[in-house]
T-cell receptor, first 114, second 111 residues
Framework: DTEVTQTPKHLVMGMTNKKSLKCEQH?????MYWYKQKAKKPPELMFV???????INESVPSRFSPECPNSSLLNLHLHALQPEDSALYLC?????????????FGEGSWLTVV | KQEVTQIPAALSVPEGENLVLNCSFT??????LQWFRQDPGKGLTSLLL?????REQTSGRLNASLDKSSGRSTLYIAASQPGDSATYLC??????????FGKGTRLSVIA
């Protein structure tokens, strides 16, 4: 099983809403990632968790708040987003980061901020 | 700072042709290089991973090569099919830096 599962697939939220994106993997991977991808652009790294601890935050605005409650789950909490935050949000996982192992991506969550 | 460049940005070929996608990177101190495929509106599918100590990897009609010293990789697709139409992304991992992506090559295979 090389599956990374993301929910919801589509989310529309207002600028005052609070919502969460969820990601799950059961491959025993201890590194998990959030990427943001705008149309016709490559994915851009947002956060990296290694052994359930935040190891990289690529200067992401605080309206995005990641959480890794256990080794299988990764959440991205959203609050007071802007329309320009509309994008495809991709979750990925791998064996411990930095060790050069294959990174597996989920199908992504399409976020529209209105 | 690692930079990854993919050439060409877009490619259109008739069905059955063999083709090569190119990827270059500026910092040769990488752990590995990974090729992905992305269909419109979808996530990324890993195609091939080449460790820094390897020269090439093959999977079916796909063959990826890596020349770390010159900072180059190629993805060779044999006997292309319309189902191969997608965006192909090259990405490198180095040190403590997770994947750094190129901008991708949009491939169209015409039946």
């Amino acid at each position: 099983d090389t599956e990374v599962t993301q929910t919801p697939k589509h989310l529309v939220m207002g600028m005052t809403n609070k919502k969460s994106l969820k990601c799950e993997q059961h491959m025993g991977h201890r590194a998990m990632y959030w990427y943001k991808q705008k149309a016709k652009k490559p994915p851009e790294l947002m956060f990296v968790y290694s052994y359930e601890k935040l190891s990289i935050n690529e200067s992401v605005p605080s309206r995005f708040s990641p959480e890794c409650p256990n080794s299988s789950l990764l959440n991205l909490h959203l609050h007071a987003l802007q329309p320009e935050d509309s994008a495809l949000y991709l979750c990925a996982s791998s064996r411990p980061s930095g060790s050069g192992n294959t990174i597996y991506f989920g199908e992504g969550s399409w976020l529209t901020v209105v | 700072k690692q930079e990854v460049t993919q050439i060409p940005a877009a490619l259109s070929v008739p069905e059955g042709e063999n083709l090569v996608l190119n990827c270059s990177f500026t910092d040769s101190a990488i752990y590995n290089l990974q090729w992905f495929r992305q269909d419109p509106g979808k996530g990324l599918t890993s195609l091939l991973l080449i460790q820094s100590s390897q020269r090439e990897q093959t999977s079916g009609r796909l063959n990826a090569s890596l020349d770390k010293s010159s900072g180059r990789s190629t993805l060779y697709i044999a006997a292309s099919q319309p189902g191969d139409s997608a965006t192909y992304l090259c990405a490198v991992i180095g040190g403590n830096t997770p994947l750094v992506f190129g901008k991708g090559t949009r491939l169209s295979v015409i039946a």
